[in-house]
């Protein structure tokens, strides 16, 4: 049975391998190799992740993950940007368990999150080109706003995302 809950200390490796294997998966055909280990080394280690989900605030809200039994399959974090707006800063499914709606649960116990928070609006930036994310995030009402430079890329790496944004 999948449960939606906030994450604790003993989902750690859970989150870890679930974030790391989806984004080899979603952007291996989209980024170098290094930029793709180099963003997991950053933030998707067992030393932060345990820290985010131990230390929580209206800027980060924590680990929300999808539980079958034990098993982390999926993972979303946010946070508030200001005091109407709301951010889904990360949010992977194991791969073989996309197609399942376990995403669709994830983002709505966030947006949940983000409304008692005071949240009108919600944003998430979405690598140009993610065949994976971007349907996603438009069937769910969020329409492109900007472009902008992927975080952490260098500049010579030229990795844009697309920003949206939808009302909550």
Request: proline fraction near 2%; hydrophobic fraction near 30%; charged fraction near 25%.
């Amino acid at each position: 049975m999948l449960t939606i809950q906030l994450a604790e200390p003993k989902h750690v490796s859970g989150i870890v391998t679930v974030c790391s294997e989806a984004y080899r998966t979603t952007y291996r055909e989209l980024c170098d190799h290094n930029y793709i280990e180099r963003t997991i080394q950053t933030f998707y280690n067992e030393k932060r992740v345990l820290n985010e989900i131990n230390e929580t605030s209206d800027e980060w809200g924590g680990w929300i993950i999808a539980c079958e039994g034990e098993a982390v399959v999926g993972a979303i974090g946010g946070g508030m940007t200001s005091a109407e707006t709301g951010e889904v800063f990360v949010l992977y499914i194991d791969p073989s368990r996309r197609h399942e709606g376990i995403g669709t649960k994830l983002l709505e116990r966030l947006t949940d999150w983000h409304k008692q928070q005071g949240a009108k609006w919600q944003w998430v930036s979405v690598m140009k080109n993610n065949d994976k994310g971007i349907p996603f995030y438009e069937a769910k009402g969020f329409r492109q706003q900007h472009d902008q430079k992927t975080y952490q890329s260098a500049v010579e790496e030229n990795i844009v995302s697309h920003r949206y944004c939808r009302e909550i």
